[in-house]
Nanobody
Framework: QVQLVESGGGLVQAGGSLRLSCAAS????????MGWFRQAPGKEREFVAA????????VYADSVKGRFTISRDNAKNTFYLQMNSLKPEDTAVYYC?????????????????WGQGTQVTVSS
């Protein structure tokens, strides 16, 4: 079983940037897809971005395209979400997730392991 730990959240002003990290440990398989999701207060969890093992295939929600970048460093078992031009509507708890099938997807039910989440707050 893979364990995931997010870090890098915090408070930032609108227009600012943050980089979230997700460190994987435990029983790491040879390849797996990773995703980022977020959940704002009173709202359902929503997809943000996903990436396959090699990084050759990425998927983004329309709301973050051109502002967020997902990447990974497999040597460190860590993957990242670079968030630029942040908006107040990006405020949420951000979760990373691992999918043992190496196909990135927007579907949250497809992911097998989840982290505990990290809070991102964007002030106006």
């Amino acid at each position: 079983q893979v364990q995931l730990v997010e870090s890098g959240g915090g408070l930032v002003q609108a227009g600012g940037s943050l980089r979230l990290s997700c460190a994987a440990s435990g029983r790491i398989f040879s390849s797996y897809a990773m995703g980022w999701f977020r959940q704002a207060p009173g709202k359902e969890r929503e997809f943000v971005a996903a990436i396959n093992w090699s990084g050759s295939n990425t998927v983004y929600a329309d709301s973050v395209k051109g502002r967020f970048t997902i990447s990974r460093d497999n040597a460190k078992n860590t993957f990242y979400l670079q968030m630029n031009s942040l908006k107040p509507e990006d405020t949420a708890v951000y979760y990373c997730a691992a999918r043992y099938l190496n196909i990135p997807t927007m579907e949250s039910m497809a992911y097998d392991v989840w982290g505990q989440g990290t809070q991102v707050t964007v002030s106006s």
